[in-house]
């Protein structure tokens, strides 16, 4: 127990150095940094993760290989126990050019992988229907035809208003987008017949690129065709009229900034698989899957590489959760949550350093007070308790004071945001940069509790050490101090 004395002496030591408030604010700081800078971070990578999981099935087969059709696949998937549904899909790559008044400058020089405004995109060929019972697709896609504002909204076919129906583009908008383009049209919209399959792009590069339903666009691509004298297959340049038919908005800007989204067999027929044509497979590159609601993914994930892996062929194939699906992006996000956390560990070092040159230099200025102590008869214990004494109220109003800060500052971060942004064009985070409409902030109660503890025990872990000097210190040493 500590004598009262002690406490009456540290608290009048604390009062005459107000030196002793850099210590307080020092703390105070390193706790209301660690707990704001963790709250909008935390806010920032569950916000990247709900992207993420949005675009993601529950299971996907991939790493399949070339020339994989999807009839046996589906056969032999359909019948795995937790298994709600399957979908095909087919990926490929290309470049986009759109034949609007707005880009008559032709395609672009260069590919510009990191904006929006690149005419590169990842194909993703889609069953629709059977796409919308394994993903969010709908939810990407919902309302979004409010957004388009095409000039003659108001005459649009009721399925053109369901987005799953989007990739089939009704011929009087195509009509409309072929005019604007130059493109030769009958000269009534009635007299025109689909030519075009739809394809959807993100609403970004709608924007970006001055788009407006029934436009006409070409996808340019190659692919493996035949055989060149023996020696491999030739590549023949693809180049294939698609129209827009829609946007849509995942908020996973990695998706938004590179996938098109295409009818699957028309991705097929582009490929020398026409539906049509003798001998075409009905080719995939990858199968989604809807896991059973309440059945644990991990075991249908063993179940379904089981069934795939015994499939002739397919022994290297691979089932994947969500989480491994984006396993590299996930890392990365990861990896900077912990250089985050090992930053605002040094902020904390630094507070705890200006706790002990605060208390080392009492120490050394109250040498003689010491000595005095001595001599009346304080014991070394009650000397070490003292100083002790001043780092504990130190770090436990520098944590209390950090906690309140800090949580106060989650809860009206967006509200100052907005007022520095009105009134000087300030921002603390440019939420336009990360396409957020507000700050996201995540207060995890663990962190909370946690963050303000560790700081007082380290303030005082590094106020025993001046204590524990002042309580060794000889009487005679003291007294006899310069």
């Given at each position: 127990?500590?004598?009262?004395?002690?406490?009456?002496?540290?608290?009048?030591?604390?009062?005459?150095?107000?030196?002793?408030?850099l210590?307080?604010?020092?703390?105070?700081?390193?706790?209301?940094?660690?707990?704001?800078?963790?709250?909008?971070?935390?806010?920032?990578?569950?916000?990247?993760?709900?992207?993420?999981?949005?675009?993601?099935?529950?299971?996907?087969?991939?790493?399949?290989?070339?020339?994989t059709?999807?009839?046996?696949?589906?056969?032999?998937?359909?019948?795995?126990?937790?298994?709600?549904?399957?979908?095909?899909?087919?990926?490929?790559?290309?470049?986009?050019?759109?034949?609007?008044?707005?880009?008559?400058?032709?395609?672009?020089?260069?590919?510009?992988?990191?904006?929006?405004?690149?005419?590169?995109?990842?194909?993703?060929?889609?069953?629709?229907?059977?796409?919308?019972?394994?993903?969010?697709?709908?939810?990407?896609?919902?309302?979004e035809?409010e957004?388009?504002?095409?000039?003659?909204?108001?005459?649009?076919?009721?399925?053109?208003?369901?987005?799953?129906?989007?990739?089939?583009?009704?011929?009087?908008?195509?009509?409309?987008?072929?005019?604007?383009?130059?493109?030769?049209?009958?000269?009534?919209?009635?007299?025109?017949?689909?030519?075009?399959?739809?394809?959807?792009?993100?609403?970004?590069?709608?924007?970006?690129?001055?788009?407006?339903?029934?436009?006409?666009?070409?996808?340019?691509?190659?692919?493996?065709?035949?055989?060149?004298?023996?020696?491999?297959?030739?590549?023949?340049?693809?180049?294939?009229?698609?129209?827009?038919?829609?946007?849509?908005?995942?908020?996973?800007?990695?998706?938004?900034?590179?996938?098109?989204?295409?009818?699957i067999?028309?991705?097929?027929?582009?490929?020398?698989?026409?539906?049509?044509?003798?001998?075409?497979?009905?080719?995939?590159?990858?199968?989604?899957?809807?896991?059973?609601?309440?059945?644990?993914?991990?075991?249908?994930?063993?179940?379904?590489?089981?069934?795939?892996?015994?499939?002739?062929?397919?022994?290297?194939?691979?089932?994947?959760?969500?989480?491994?699906?984006?396993?590299?992006f996930?890392?990365?996000?990861?990896?900077?949550?912990?250089?985050?956390?090992?930053?605002?560990?040094?902020?904390?070092?630094?507070?705890?350093?200006?706790?002990?040159?605060?208390?080392?230099?009492?120490?050394?200025?109250?040498?003689?007070?010491?000595g005095?102590?001595?001599?009346?008869?304080?014991?070394?214990?009650?000397?070490?308790a003292?100083?002790?004494?001043?780092?504990?109220?130190?770090?436990?109003?520098?944590?209390?004071?950090?906690l309140?800060?800090g949580?106060?500052?989650?809860?009206?971060?967006?509200?100052?945001?907005?007022?520095?942004?009105?009134?000087?064009g300030?921002?603390?985070?440019?939420?336009?940069?990360?396409?957020?409409?507000?700050?996201?902030?995540?207060?995890?109660?663990?962190?909370?509790?946690?963050?303000?503890?560790?700081?007082?025990?380290?303030t005082?872990?590094?106020?025993?050490?001046?204590?524990?000097?002042?309580?060794?210190?000889?009487?005679?040493?003291?007294?006899?101090?310069?």
């Open positions: 127990m500590l004598q009262a004395s002690s406490c009456l002496l540290a608290v009048r030591y604390l009062r005459s150095r107000w030196v002793n408030v210590g307080i604010v020092g703390v105070a700081v390193a706790v209301w940094a660690m707990i704001l800078v963790r709250a909008v971070f935390s806010g920032f990578i569950g916000n990247i993760q709900d992207d993420v999981r949005r675009t993601s099935t529950d299971l996907l087969v991939t790493d399949l290989p070339h020339d059709g999807y009839a046996s696949l589906r056969d032999a998937i359909a019948g795995v126990d937790g298994v709600a549904a399957l979908a095909p899909r087919l990926r490929h790559f290309g470049v986009f050019h759109v034949l609007t008044p707005q880009a008559q400058g032709g395609a672009a020089q260069f590919v510009d992988f990191s904006s929006a405004s690149t005419a590169f995109v990842q194909l993703v060929g889609i069953d629709p229907a059977a796409e919308g019972r394994v993903s969010a697709q709908t939810q990407w896609y919902q309302h035809h957004r388009l504002k095409p000039q003659d909204l108001d005459a649009t076919p009721a399925d053109q208003a369901d987005p799953i129906k989007r990739l089939h583009v009704p011929a009087w908008l195509e009509w409309q987008g072929r005019r604007r383009a130059g493109l030769p049209v009958p000269t009534q919209p009635s007299l025109h017949r689909t030519l075009s399959p739809g394809l959807l792009l993100s609403l970004d590069r709608l924007y970006s690129h001055h788009l407006e339903p029934g436009f006409p666009l070409d996808i340019i691509s190659a692919r493996f065709d035949g055989q060149a004298d023996g020696a491999g297959k030739e590549t023949v340049a693809i180049r294939e009229r698609f129209t827009f038919a829609g946007a849509f908005k995942t908020r996973h800007r990695i998706f938004d900034d590179t996938t098109a989204i295409v009818p067999e028309t991705l097929r027929s582009m490929l020398g698989h026409d539906f049509h044509d003798d001998g075409s497979i009905d080719l995939i590159t990858d199968v989604a899957i809807a896991v059973v609601a309440g059945q644990d993914p991990a075991v249908v994930q063993a179940r379904v590489r089981q069934r795939v892996r015994a499939l002739p062929g397919l022994q290297q194939a691979n089932v994947l959760d969500w989480v491994q699906q984006n396993q590299v996930l890392d990365a996000v990861g990896h900077e949550r912990a250089m985050m956390q090992i930053v605002l560990f040094v902020v904390m070092l630094i507070a705890a350093f200006l706790v002990y040159a605060t208390l080392h230099m009492m120490v050394a200025q109250k040498t003689k007070d010491i005095i102590l001595c001599a009346i008869g304080s014991t070394p214990r009650g000397i070490g003292t100083f002790l004494t001043c780092g504990i109220v130190i770090g436990l109003i520098g944590s209390l004071a950090g309140v800060l949580v106060l500052s989650t809860r009206w971060i967006n509200p100052v945001n907005d007022w520095l942004f009105e009134n000087f300030l921002e603390m985070f440019p939420r336009r940069l990360f396409d957020l409409p507000e700050i996201p902030c995540r207060l995890e109660p663990a962190w909370l509790i946690g963050v303000p503890v560790a700081a007082f025990l380290l005082l872990l590094v106020a025993w050490l001046p204590a524990r000097r002042a309580a060794r210190m000889l009487p005679v040493e003291a007294l006899s101090y310069e």
